[in-house]
């Protein structure tokens, strides 16, 4: 029972390059959401979706961009990085039936732009 | 001023101590969440609350709506217990999503 996974662990990028952080999860949850945590503050919400193609911003959503093409994925995509997006990026999921208000976290994603 | 505010920010303890940390909040809110992080590691769900108090092992939660405020305690606290605890509350209005505290950092020193 693997719940939420993201890839890759760590990863280093330079400034203006591009990347994908994935997220799966395994629990058929419908609700999907990607979050960053900067030292000495709280974690922000960046995108969410409430289910299969259909994706909404958060608080923080300037400089990213996700999509929900299948229950499972929701990949967030950063297009040019900035230093600014240095970061750890966790994604969650939740049911939204049985247990409507539980989220599950992965594990994190830390990045470093330079 | 943030939507959710905790403290202590910092607590060190000696083992043994009961531990009180506080989660205010200013939004109306249909669940609170507990959740814990150790160094360096993922985030774990320790207790949702809509309304008064949970309890699993030594860990407590409460919550008093009216008042708008959140309690995590740890009774016969341990070094295993140093971790990072943060308050989130999900909002009634607004995205949806969670809506978190900048955490309580506690050490228990053996």
């Known amino acids: 029972n693997a719940g939420v996974t993201q890839t890759p662990k760590f990863r280093i990028l330079k400034i203006g390059q591009s990347m994908t952080l994935q997220c799966t999860q395994d629990?058929?949850?419908?609700?999907m959401y990607w979050y960053r945590q900067d030292p000495g503050m709280g974690l922000k919400l960046i995108y969410y979706s409430v289910g299969a193609g259909i994706t909404d911003k958060g608080e923080v959503p300037n400089g990213y961009n996700v999509s929900r093409s299948t229950t499972e994925d929701f990949p967030l995509r950063l297009e040019l990085a900035a230093p600014s997006q240095t970061s750890v990026y966790f994604c969650?999921?939740?049911?939204?039936?049985?247990?409507?208000?539980?989220?599950?976290f992965g594990p994190g994603t830390r990045l470093t732009v330079t | 001023k943030n939507e959710v505010e905790q403290s202590p920010q910092n607590l060190t303890a000696q083992e043994g101590e009961f531990i009180t940390i506080n989660c205010s909040y200013s939004v109306g809110i249909s669940a609170l969440h507990w959740l814990q992080q150790h160094p360096g590691g993922g985030i774990v769900s320790l207790f949702m609350?809509?309304?008064g108090k949970k309890k699993h092992g030594r860990l407590i939660a409460t919550i008093n709506i009216q008042e708008k405020h959140s309690s995590l305690h740890i009774t016969a606290s341990h070094p295993r217990d140093s971790a990072v605890y943060i308050c989130?509350?999900?909002?009634?209005?607004?995205?949806?999503?969670?809506?978190f505290g900048k955490g309580t950092h506690l050490i228990i020193q053996p």
């Open positions: 609350l809509s309304s």
């Open positions: 989130a509350v999900r909002s009634t209005g607004g995205a949806d999503g969670l809506t």
């Open positions: 629990m058929n949850h419908n609700y």
């Open positions: 969650a999921s939740r049911d939204g039936v049985a247990s409507p208000y539980e989220q599950y």
